[in-house]
């Protein structure tokens, strides 16, 4: 059994070191290999989904797992009177980041920093929006990192989920997941000679929870309101739920 197909049996800790690494190794690979393996949708599912964000008090934004730092400058764009906090626990992705900072952003109010999605190191109600994007389904613990996403907004703050979701529609889910197991690890591999590092990335996709289940667990984590909106044939999901 591979790396990658026997990660359900690690100990959290362990499967978050695995993802670690994993998104050490592709860090200069990954926005070219995101924008290629979305058909380049991704940029415009970030761009929907940072428009429908609220800033009313503190004039603050945190994107969590900000990897290269996309939503991060998105939001800092299009808002320019908020300032973002931009965390991930991959130095790599984080040092792309920075370097995309220094040739493109450098007027931005972005702050990259390393940090742990399940133990955010901001104090409560710090923030007006908080955000993960393509994140939360390579994070073994998904409560506890909805339960600090809710924890750091003020009330009334909005918290946002996008994720790539497995698909409702059996024709649809089936070709998708041949698409996700086959076609997008191989053409992957070819690009990045990483093939095991998108076939796990392919999997938490398909194991990721239904789109009941995600909404009750970001109201367990004492978010209201919470409601969901499907983009690209729904394979994407936005999920938003309000403190
Ligand atoms: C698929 S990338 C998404 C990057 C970016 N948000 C985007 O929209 O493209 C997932 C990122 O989550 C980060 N990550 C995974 N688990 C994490 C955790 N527990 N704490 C912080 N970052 C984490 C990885 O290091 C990686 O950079």
Known sequence: MSD????CCYTQDTQKEL??????????????????????????????TISSMRFFSTMRCIDIATGTGDVAF?????YPSVS????????????????????????LNINFQYGDATKL?????????????????????????LNEMARVIVPGGQAIVLEMVSHQNKVFKTLYQWYLCYGLPFIANIFSQNRKAYEYL?????????????????????????????MTLGITRMFVGIK
């Open 19 to 48: 993802v670690k690494g994993i998104f050490s190794t592709i860090s200069v690979k990954y926005d070219f290999l995101n924008h290629l393996l979305s058909f380049g949708q991704d940029i415009s599912w970030r761009k929907r």
């Open 202 to 230: 392919s999997n938490s996709i398909v194991h990721f929870p239904s789109i009941k289940e995600f909404q009750s667990m970001l109201q367990k984590s004492g978010l209201k309101q919470v409601k969901s909106v499907g």
């Open 74 to 78: 998105e939001v800092a764009n299009k």
């Open 84 to 107: 973002v906090d931009a965390i991930d626990f991959a130095m790599p992705m984080i040092n792309e980041a920075k370097n995309k900072y220094k040739k493109h952003g450098n007027n």
């Open 121 to 145: 190191n901001f104090p409560d109600d710090s923030f007006d929006v908080a955000i993960i994007s393509f994140g939360i389904r390579n994070i073994p613990n998904k409560q506890k990192a």
């Open 4 to 7: 990658v197909r026997k990660h």
